[in-house]
């Protein structure tokens, strides 16, 4: 290997380690100390290493910190598309290249429970952290208790500036609680800083179609604002079908003689 050769990798690895000795510096230092070859190869190996275990190490952490199982991960990959068409198929597998984020566009995802929302919002999360994005998943019953305690706390500021700082924040199962006139606020507050910092998108999934989300939400004016910022240019997928839940199941009936 040339020292030409090396540095197309050298300089990669000083970015992703940041390590202070530039590609200059080791031009410099090359060429006085008589490297050879042979030595530049297994340097250039080291460092491959290297950089791979602190990618490994950094996914591993944004997994962690997104709260998404990883036990039995979600994935793209484990997604059941065996009956939905070609073009279901290709819209499902667009949302993998993670484009609708860098377009700060958001996803909505609408259907009965058990057809796939949850899997395929864990999925779009893990591909962020995958990709070194951070993502974030909550089920909205605990985002009201976060919402409520921290207008208890008076530390809604705080809390809007952290849920915001996120390239995904995925909220699972809206719907499934009713929020108060204060936790409405908030909820349009978190939507509406997403949207005008443009730090990121939001993944929705309900069981309850939009007309029926006035039922869940407890301030008119501020859902119709929250629902004008998400709808804009969002992706919306309706899911429909019966409920995959239980399909591994095993069935056993017991039979019980009676005993004399």
């Known amino acids: 290997m040339t020292s030409e050769e090396f540095l197309i990798g050298y300089e990669k690895a000083v970015m992703e380690l940041r390590l202070p000795f530039s590609p200059d510096d080791f031009l410099g230092w090359s060429l006085t100390s008589d490297v050879t070859p042979t030595e530049l190869d297994i340097l250039d190996r080291l460092l491959g290493a290297m950089v791979a275990k ?48 860098s377009s700060k566009r958001n996803v909505i995802m609408i259907g009965p ?4 929302k949850t899997h395929l919002a864990m999925a779009i999360g893990n591909e962020c952290c995958s990709n070194k994005m951070k993502a974030y998943f909550i089920k909205m019953d605990e985002l009201k208790d976060k919402f409520h305690d921290a ?19 995925i909220v ?14 908030l909820f349009f507050q978190l939507v509406d800083r997403i949207g ?6 939001i993944v929705l999934t309900s069981n309850k179609d939009l007309s029926q989300w006035p039922e869940v939400f407890d301030e008119d004016d501020a859902l119709e604002c929250a629902i004008d910022r998400l709808w804009d240019k969002a992706i919306c997928m309706t899911f429909s079908g019966q409920s995959h839940r239980g399909s591994d199941r095993e069935q056993i ?8």
Do not use: H, W
């Open 54 to 101: 602190k990618n490994e190490s950094s996914i591993s952490t944004l997994k962690k910190l997104s709260r998404i199982p990883q036990k039995n991960p979600l994935l793209f990959g484990n997604f059941n598309m065996d009956l939905l068409n070609e073009k279901a198929k290709r819209q499902v597998l667009s949302l993998k290249s993670l484009s609708f984020i």
């Open 113 to 116: 429970t058990g057809t796939g």
């Open 151 to 169: 207008i208890v706390g008076e530390k809604t500021g705080k809390l809007l500036n952290g849920l915001s700082k996120y390239s995904c924040l």
């Open 172 to 185: 699972d199962e809206v719907g499934y609680c009713k929020l108060n006139r204060q936790e409405t606020l």
């Open 196 to 201: 005008l910092k443009e730090t990121g998108s």
């Open 253 to 260: 009936e017991l039979n019980f003689l009676k005993f004399r």
